[in-house]
């Protein structure tokens, strides 16, 4: 009887690994690749996008509003907005809810005015993702000034590594 307790433990808890969050990993090979253009409503009205930012590095964030390691990323790039804001860098962020897990969209909101986001929030499409080469959650993406993929980072990644990428950028503006 404990050996079928178990098996079933076994079995529930496999599902939930498909939906967990990525271990972490630096790829170069994307870098270079051109991206979709998207617009985003700033806190002050205005439609925001790529197109706004050309000369300066941007950072387009992928996650999920109920994974801790999403949230844990998100801190990490309010830090990196809070020192190279002023410098150029411009940070954009999408929930992935709306195709990952749908129950959830609706706290998108909520969680970017709890933790106080000072950058963008939007909702991903499944299109918009892929167009960022999208394979988990938390996938955080550097741009160049040119609008090209500089680096891409899955899995959750502490500032200071983010910002070995970002540094060198924020010196060439166009």
């Not at 998207?38 to 806190?43: E, T, V």
């Not at 998100?74 to 990952?100: N, R, S």
Request: charged share 20%; glycine share 10%.
């Amino acid at each position: 009887m404990l050996v079928h307790i178990m098996i079933g433990l076994i079995y529930i808890g496999l599902p939930l690994v498909s939906v967990a969050a990525l271990a972490p990993e630096e790829s170069t090979e994307f870098d270079g690749q051109s991206v979709t253009d998207f617009a985003l409503q700033a806190s002050d009205g205005a439609m925001v996008g790529l197109r706004n930012f050309r000369g300066c590095p941007v950072i387009v964030g992928f996650f999920a509003t109920w994974c801790p390691s999403s949230c844990a990323q998100l801190i990490q790039l309010t830090k990196l907005h809070d020192k190279y804001a002023d410098q150029g860098l411009a940070i954009f962020v999408f929930a992935v809810d709306p195709f990952e897990t749908p129950e959830t969209t609706k706290d998108v909101g909520p969680l970017a005015l709890k933790m106080r986001l000072p950058f963008p929030v939007g909702g991903a499409t499944r299109e918009l993702a892929d167009g960022y080469h999208y394979k988990g959650f938390p996938t955080t993406i550097v741009l160049n000034g040119e609008g090209n993929i500089a680096r891409t980072f899955f899995g959750f990644h502490e500032m200071e590594e983010l910002e070995t990428c970002v540094k060198p950028l924020l010196g060439v503006k166009k």
